[in-house]
């Protein structure tokens, strides 16, 4: 008699368990982010990005261009306008008390470490009504190696700022595509 209440216990427990993990199982919400059913990638192929007046500003915007519009040239409709404003600067990272770019601190004949630190500040706005949707600031940072000749290091600086331009509009435009699926 005991064992058969326990039994019978036991299956409303599990009936009830069961019940609320479905619940709670239905409540979520994780889906593709640029799935067709929730028209991110219609919305994103929309977006206009103004001129830039840098170099790498113009860097990373030409990787969002082909991001959002995959080389199929500037959007018919502008739905959204994206301003954006990139900052980018290139230190030594050795442990010496000048972090400056000069050869002239430096007796070691071989490549010193250095890194390009990049940060993209944007503006997403809703052109209809002018509603900015979200304003936001990511960095990234390139490590790099730099030689003891100018050339070959101005060089290096500048592969340095397009890997970080490239992963800098990763994720900028990563940002943009969540923002405009909500």
């Not at 609320?20 to 919400?29: E, N, P, R, S, Y």
């Not at 600086?157 to 800098?168: F, H, K, M, T």
Request: aromatic fraction near 6%; charged fraction near 20%.
């Amino acid at each position: 008699m005991l064992s058969d209440a326990y039994s019978k216990w036991g299956r409303i427990a599990a009936a009830i368990s069961v019940v609320l993990c479905t619940g709670i199982l239905a409540g979520c919400q994780v889906r593709p982010l640029y799935g067709e059913a929730s028209g991110t990638r219609a919305k994103f192929e929309t977006v206009n990005f103004t001129s830039a007046g840098d170099r790498v500003t113009q860097e990373v915007r030409n990787h969002l261009v082909f991001l959002a519009y995959g080389g199929a040239g500037a959007p018919k409709t502008k739905d959204y306008d994206v301003k954006l404003t990139v900052t980018s600067s290139a230190t030594s990272t050795e442990v010496t008390d000048d972090t400056s770019l000069s050869l002239s601190k430096n007796n070691y004949n071989g490549p010193y470490p250095g890194r390009v630190s990049m940060t993209g500040k944007y503006v997403i706005t809703r052109i209809s009504d002018g509603q900015v949707l979200r304003a936001a600031t990511r960095t990234v940072t390139s490590m790099l190696d730099l030689p003891q000749q100018e050339f070959a290091k101005i060089r290096a600086i500048r592969d340095g700022e397009n890997r970080a331009a490239r992963e800098l509009a990763e994720i900028i435009g990563t940002d943009i595509a969540a923002t405009l699926g909500r």
